[in-house]
């Protein structure tokens, strides 16, 4: 079974662009969340979907949203990029939310640079 | 404030000797509790996870994991590290939010 695949896996963008970067999760899976990876700031949740609706948010500014579609991809959209917001972004895909907490595995990532 | 603290932030071990990472958490209930490895450029691999039961779980590459409720830790061992074991390690948490919240990370240099 394939794992979590993110495009593309390297970026460049100047300040004031917008970027929209691509999860898809291992197939059956249906809860994706989204992760900024910093030497600064280190691991932080960004948000979680789950059947097309966003189900928890971490603390990020509008800027940064995104989406789910049908087939359980993602797409995670930051507008208006500042310096900061250079990163290494992850995905991480769980087969679904239950009463119980379901692992999750994560992407290789997109790594963002902003200049 | 509920938080994961990895006090080493650099470990450097020699090849075949043994490694421990230190995890602590501060939550008010018994967290799911995780170790990631990351490679240079590379995403998270799962080492190993907690939900409940036996205390000591067993991960993948050899790793095992310590839940001390008493200590509020969950501390990860390698008996004999070998030198495709350098990276940095994570100790992450969750609760019934489906959010990780994770440590700063343990980097792990291996010494010939």
């Known amino acids: 079974k394939a794992g979590v695949t993110q495009t593309p896996r390297y970026l460049i963008k100047t300040r004031g662009q917008q970027v929209t970067l691509s999860c898809s999760p291992i197939s059956g899976h249906r809860s994706v969340s989204w992760y900024q990876q910093t030497p600064g700031q280190g691991l932080q949740f960004l948000f979680e979907?789950?059947?097309?609706?966003?189900?928890n948010k971490g603390n990020f500014p509008g800027r940064f949203s995104g989406r789910q579609f049908s087939n359980s991809r993602s797409e995670m959209n930051v507008s208006t990029l500042e310096l900061g917001d250079s990163a290494l972004y992850l995905c991480?895909?769980?087969?679904?939310?239950?009463?119980?907490?379901?692992?999750?595995?994560f992407g290789p990532g997109t790594r963002l640079t902003v200049l | 404030a509920q938080s994961v603290t990895q006090p080493d932030i650099h470990i450097t071990v020699s090849e075949g000797a043994s490694l421990e990472l230190r995890c602590n958490y501060s939550?008010?209930?018994?967290?799911?509790l995780f170790w990631y490895v990351q490679s240079p450029g590379q995403g998270l691999q799962l080492l190993l996870k907690?939900?409940?039961?036996?205390?000591l779980v067993q991960g993948i590459k050899g790793f095992e994991a310590e839940f001390k409720r008493s200590q509020s830790s969950f501390n990860l061992r390698k008996p004999s590290v070998h030198w495709s074991d350098a990276a940095e390690y994570f100790c992450a948490v969750g609760l019934n939010d489906y959010k990780l919240s994770f440590g700063a990370g343990t980097t792990v240099t291996v010494r010939a």
């Open positions: 991480a895909s769980s087969l679904a939310r239950g009463s119980s907490y379901n692992e999750q595995f």
């Open positions: 979907y789950f059947s097309e609706t966003q189900r």
């Open positions: 939550y008010g209930a018994t967290p799911y």
């Open positions: 907690y939900f409940s039961g036996d205390t």
